[in-house]
């Protein structure tokens, strides 16, 4: 059973960093890509961030330059490194799965809630 | 940039059918897949490659992908099909999210 587990979300202040993580378990992750899609209170989903197998990156010009993505296969987990935390940051951000590799989002996690506030 | 444009919500009658649209720049030429959000919930994929299935979605769910515009049909609408539909494709290795569409079964 695939299963994706998100952790690190929290309360931090605008200008602040925090990092997210996400568990992976059920499917062979080193050659799956992984995302980061964030969903702020009220709205509609908006992706953040993606990493293929390999290690190639790409980011949402909301945050390039203030996130970065990374991954441990050893650990099967995808990371998620934000700094410069604005307000406008503030959602649930969701870890999925892509199996095809700029395709669809087959499996998501339960979501990891971060508020930038002061 | 690219956008997907989607119907702010939809309406339909328990058992009649439900179309969705989502509309972007030669649509047709890329993949659209269909998220399915009820509250307090994560998505979950209903649609993907434009019209394939998920195993344990609901034959009730289909897809189509043409010209400008992606629909996701729900045939035969029940009561527990009720919550936020999104649409999203890949454009130059950016996914692109639709602004989603609130199905209110009455």
């Known amino acids: 059973e695939v299963q994706l587990v998100e952790s690190g979300g929290g309360l931090v202040q605008p200008g602040g960093s925090l990092r997210l993580s996400c568990a992976a378990s059920?499917?062979?992750?080193?050659?799956?890509?992984m995302g980061w899609v964030r969903q702020a209170p009220g709205k509609g989903l908006e992706w953040v961030s993606f990493i293929y197998g390999g290690g190639d990156t790409y980011y949402a010009d909301s945050v390039k330059g203030r996130f970065t993505i990374s991954r441990d296969n050893s650990k099967n987990t995808v990371y998620l490194q934000m700094n410069s935390l604005k307000a406008e940051d503030t959602a649930v951000y969701y870890c999925?799965?892509?199996?095809?590799?700029?395709?669809?989002?087959?499996?998501w996690g339960q979501g990891t809630l971060v508020t930038v506030s002061s | 940039s690219y956008e997907l444009t989607q119907p702010p919500s939809v309406s339909v009658s328990p058992g009649q059918t439900a179309s969705i649209t989502c509309s972007g720049d030669k649509l047709g030429d890329k993949y659209a897949s269909w998220y399915q959000q009820k509250p307090g919930q994560s998505p979950v994929l209903v649609i993907y490659l434009d019209t394939k299935r998920p195993s344990g979605i609901p034959e009730r769910f289909s897809g189509s992908n043409s010209g400008n515009t992606a629909t996701l049909t729900i045939s035969g609408t029940q009561a527990m099909d009720e919550a936020d539909y999104y649409c999203q494709a890949w454009d130059t290795s950016t996914a692109i999210f639709g602004g989603g569409t609130k199905l209110t079964v009455l």
């Open positions: 999925a799965r892509d199996p095809r590799s700029g395709s669809y989002f087959d499996y």
């Open positions: 059920g499917f062979v992750f080193s050659i799956n890509c």
